[in-house]
């Protein structure tokens, strides 16, 4: 019997994609107002900064995450100021985000239909609490989570098999009744299909080589849409009916 349903935050409840293009259009614009230095050199050092706070952090370090820390790195590189610039290039980013969330379509219903069933509903997340808290308010979302769970608070990240395992202490609840929804491949489904978890895909926003790891990870559980989930009365996640 399924107890609880989790659901990945980014590109699962909204589209992270769309957000973040715009956001980093608005932090390129920002240094081409203000520093006069174009966009396309801008998002160049943003790619770069990324890419060398990866290697120095690890992927798995929420601290990666961070936009003020990579902001703070794009202006040492040009040596401009870094305060009060970091701050307020990290600020325009998220802010521009924020604004721009769009809830994805049949999300809402899959969660009020999940919760008039009484399954505990959480949200397993990378990235740092502060921002997803508050992207899952401004998505109207918040009443339906029982619990928020952010790879900072786990001390560590998905796909590790600790972070789900943190998950669990949320609830009382093992593994093989619980399901986890995300769109991330290796993160949501190999880290949750590795936790001894049930597991379903959410295929919206494909990225390449995902097919052929979904097949050698044997996922069975496909949501190309949220509406597909709920039909004759029932909750589908996939072929798994709740």
Not at 42 to 59: C, F, P
Not at 99 to 113: Q, W
Not at 198 to 203: D, G, H, L
Request: net charge negative.
């Amino acid at each position: 019997m399924i107890k609880a349903v989790f659901f990945d935050l980014d590109n699962t409840l909204y589209s992270f994609d769309k957000g973040t293009a715009l956001g980093n259009k608005a932090f390129g614009e920002y240094f081409e107002k203000n520093f006069s230095i174009p966009q396309k050199e801008a998002m160049e050092d943003w790619r770069e900064m990324m890419n060398m706070e990866i290697e120095r952090l690890g992927i798995h370090n929420a601290a990666y995450h961070s936009r003020i820390i990579r902001a703070k790195r794009c202006l040492m590189k040009r040596g401009l100021p870094q305060n009060p610039h970091a701050r307020i290039l990290a600020n325009l980013y998220w802010d521009t985000l924020l604004d721009n969330l769009e809830i994805e379509d049949g999300i809402e219903e899959l969660l009020k239909a999940l919760k008039e069933k009484g399954i505990f509903i959480g949200c397993g997340t990378n990235m740092t609490a502060e921002i997803q808290h508050e992207k899952i308010h401004r998505l109207g979302l918040e009443k339906y989570f029982d619990t928020i769970v952010c790879s900072d608070e786990a001390a560590e990240e998905k796909p590790f098999k600790g972070f789900f395992d943190y998950c669990l202490t949320m609830l009382d609840a093992k593994p093989e009744e619980c399901v986890f929804i995300g769109d991330d491949i290796e993160n949501d489904i190999y880290g949750s299909k590795n936790a001894g978890w049930n597991c379903a895909w959410y295929t919206k926003y494909p990225k390449p080589g995902n097919e052929e790891r979904a097949a050698e990870l044997g996922v069975e559980n496909r949501i190309d849409s949220y509406r597909e989930c709920l039909r004759d009365g029932k909750i589908y996640l996939g072929k798994l009916e709740i």
